[in-house]
């Protein structure tokens, strides 16, 4: 449960930081930004030469991979359940005598022994003919989360109806032919290669822009922060802290002590806190865009909404999870990227960055480091997962 609320509430950060706008056709387009942010130097920062390789380890392990995800899983049907195997069964648990909510299943998929049901349960099938229906006679641990049936005495029929074997096929020049656009395995290697090669440079290339963004940052001064926008953050926070606690069948402050917080005045101040500092972000954002007139092409939206559509986001629920239309989604978005994609161009590429004085870092930086490890690793789960059969990198080379 935990981990569930802690990942909920770093999705909850990056959608603010990257979904949510003020009032408007355009985000602080009604202010002079100038008169509420001294935006650092964004011209001419260091980043270190890219430098990346691959081993042969690392392709042959990208390889492997491939050819695994074009296994196909035979059922098998007769024989005997054995530790580690995948089955496939029906059961019903009594209490009783009678059935409970949660505890009965069909064509339930079950590896076993990978403690994912009570003690005994799995055990309790090792060595059983694959087809055949046992009767497990069992008992709750006395500190099992569900404090209903915690402690009691329970009965499982269990039918055991398959085993699932998975097939993976031999690696050579017919499969290679058959799941890329090459036709030989050392081809395909080569293929891997590059694609590896890329991936690397991308992430660095990722990182760099983090640790270039995060340099402006820093460097960058609030002069005054627009209340209207702040408030307006501050109260999609605690909308979104309200749903998450709902959702949990929990109490507000629940989710205060899960992230950490002991008080309501904590609470708000640390609202107040995340909303200045998404501010300040955005206004930064703003400035750069609008001095250096970056903009986006219609090419760029399309394809973004396309991936929001795809991830199965409409109008409604999109605003219903995240407080924020679409449209303004994409507005931030694509205006960040933009941003990031100048800050990077304009960058001087050096063998080694020159030393800097080292100054501990600021409460609001460390926020900021934060909220950016999040997004990269939220952004790392899209559509072009470099192991994609759409890709060299995949089976599809």
Excluded: H
């Excluded at 760099?208 to 001064?221: A, H, T, V």
């Amino acid at each position: 449960m935990k981990k569930k609320l802690m990942a909920l509430t770093l999705i909850v950060c990056l959608f603010v930081v990257m979904g949510l706008t003020g009032c408007g056709s355009k985000p602080y387009s009604k202010y002079d930004l100038s008169e509420y942010v001294k935006v650092g130097k964004y011209k001419g920062l260091e980043i270190e030469k890219i430098n990346v390789s691959v081993s042969d380890e690392e392709v042959n392990a990208q390889v492997k991979a491939n050819v695994e995800q074009t296994k196909t899983t035979e059922k098998k049907k007769e024989g005997t359940v054995a530790k580690g195997d995948k089955v496939n069964l029906d059961y019903e648990g009594k209490i009783d005598g009678k059935t409970f909510d949660g505890g009965s299943s069909k064509g339930y998929d079950l590896t076993i022994g990978s403690g994912e049901f009570i003690p005994g349960f799995e055990d309790g099938l090792i060595g059983k003919e694959i087809g055949s229906k046992q009767t497990l006679n069992l008992k709750f641990p006395a500190d099992y989360n569900n404090t209903e049936v915690a402690g009691k005495d329970v009965v499982f029929t269990v039918k055991l109806n398959y085993v699932s074997v998975d097939q993976i096929p031999e690696y050579n020049d017919a499969w290679v032919a058959k799941n890329s656009k090459v036709k030989t395995t050392a081809e395909y290697e080569k293929q891997v290669k590059k694609q590896l090669l890329k991936d690397k440079e991308d992430q660095e290339k990722s990182s760099q822009k983090g640790d270039l963004w995060q340099e402006i940052y820093d460097s960058s001064e609030v002069i005054k922060y627009p209340e209207e926008e702040v408030n307006q953050y501050v109260e999609v926070l605690e909308e979104q802290y309200k749903k998450m606690a709902e959702s949990y069948n929990m109490e507000l402050k629940d989710i205060w002590q899960q992230m950490g917080i002991q008080s309501e005045e904590e609470y708000n101040e640390k609202n107040k806190q995340a909303a200045q500092e998404y501010v300040k972000e955005q206004m930064v954002s703003y400035y750069i865009a609008d001095k250096e007139k970056l903009s986006y092409t219609k090419d760029d939206e399309k394809k973004l909404r396309e991936q929001i559509e795809s991830s199965g986001y409409t109008e409604d629920t999109f605003k219903e999870n995240f407080g924020e239309e679409i449209d303004s989604y994409i507005e931030l978005s694509l205006t960040y990227e933009k941003v990031m994609d100048f800050i990077y161009e304009q960058a001087k590429v050096v063998d080694k960055k020159t030393e800097k004085e080292t100054t501990a870092p600021t409460e609001e930086s460390k926020a900021k480091d934060s909220t950016e490890a999040t997004q990269s690793t939220t952004e790392g789960k899209g559509a072009d997962d470099a192991t994609s059969n759409d890709e060299p990198g995949g089976a599809d080379a």
